[in-house]
């Protein structure tokens, strides 16, 4: 079957750097994404890896290991507003076509 | 419209009625989902539209569940005889469906939030 591993909560204090990370166990893998939810809102796009490597937009950065199916979010400069679930989300392809399958989403807590 | 948009923002039924939730993508947007949040939880997908037609229904938890799209823009969810564990936040998602390696990013509506009493 298809399934993903994050950890449940992460708590961090503002200014530091966090570190969410994902596992993944699928078939047809084609991408790992990350979208935050804030409490009450829907998810809002954050980035989105297809091959190897890091990718950099202003604080947040993601990355991806095809070979160890793994990859994470990473937040530096903590800010109190970065408080929110964040899921990691695989896209694959399969006999219908391609389809996301979001993980249980990890909730960052950021003291002050 | 500029984003996803759907309606009714809330709804509170009771037991056993059935309830109909509306879902308007983003104009151009061929591909449109619907996914179930409970309380606290992760998302849990339900169905996929490619167009008007549904490759994916294997997120459908039961046959009270049913969801339609017309004109390859709004899509409609159903819940028939809904159940006080169909209380949830619904949300459906639109995206452009380009092909092997392309993001696809999905861009979510607001939700209803669909409580049964």
């Known amino acids: 079957g298809q399934s993903l591993e994050q950890p449940s909560e992460v708590t961090a204090v503002e200014g530091a750097i966090v570190q969410i990370n994902c596992t993944y166990q699928?078939?047809?893998?084609?991408?790992l994404s990350w979208y935050q939810q804030h409490d009450g809102g829907a998810p809002t796009f954050l980035s989105y890896n297809a091959l190897d490597g890091l990718e950099e937009t202003g604080r947040f950065s993601s990355f991806l290991s095809r070979s160890d199916s793994y990859g994470y979010l990473l937040l530096q400069e903590l800010q109190m507003k970065d408080s929110a679930s964040y899921f990691c989300a695989v896209r694959v392809l399969n006999t219908g076509g391609f389809k996301t399958i979001f993980g249980a989403g990890t909730r960052l807590f950021v003291k002050a | 419209g500029a984003g996803v948009s759907q309606s009714p923002s809330n709804k509170v039924t009771e037991k056993g009625k059935d309830v109909e939730l509306r879902c308007d993508p983003i104009s151009g947007h061929t591909a449109l989902y619907w996914y179930r949040q409970s309380l606290g939880q992760g998302l849990e997908f339900l169905i996929y539209?490619?167009?008007?037609?549904?490759?994916?229904k294997s997120g459908l938890p039961s046959d009270r569940f049913s969801a339609e799209r017309t004109g390859g823009s709004v899509s409609t969810l159903t819940i028939q005889r809904t159940q006080q564990e169909d209380s949830a936040v619904y949300l459906c998602a639109s995206s452009l469906v380009t092909g092997q390696g392309v993001d696809g990013t999905q861009y979510f509506g607001p939700g209803t939030r669909l409580l049964v009493l």
């Open positions: 539209f490619q167009g008007n037609s549904a490759p994916d």
């Open positions: 699928t078939s047809g893998f084609y991408g």
